[in-house]
């Protein structure tokens, strides 16, 4: 029988500095702010489905 090769699961090199780094910070505004769009967009949405359903219930 033959001896089986070890094989490496993890790389030999780490992710680079600029990966590992926090260089999403300066877009951390944007995100905010897609968020908080995202947000007030459900918030209209559910509204005029509970205005639909309130005018589909007085037919």
Same mark, same amino acid.
């Given at each position: %029988?033959? &001896? #089986? /090769? &070890? #094989?490496?699961?993890?790389?030999?090199?780490? +992710?680079? =500095? $600029?990966?590992?780094?926090?260089? +999403?910070?300066?877009?951390?505004?944007? +995100?905010? %702010? &897609?968020? !908080?769009?995202?947000? =007030? $967009?459900?918030? &209209?949405? +559910?509204? !005029? #489905?509970? !205005?639909?359903? /309130?005018? #589909? $219930? /007085?037919?």
């Amino acid at each position: %029988m033959r &001896a #089986v /090769k &070890a #094989v490496r699961i993890r790389p030999y090199r780490r +992710f680079p =500095l $600029t990966v590992r780094s926090s260089s +999403f910070e300066p877009h951390s505004r944007e +995100f905010a %702010m &897609a968020d !908080l769009a995202f947000v =007030l $967009t459900t918030l &209209a949405v +559910f509204a !005029l #489905v509970a !205005l639909v359903a /309130k005018g #589909v $219930t /007085k037919l």
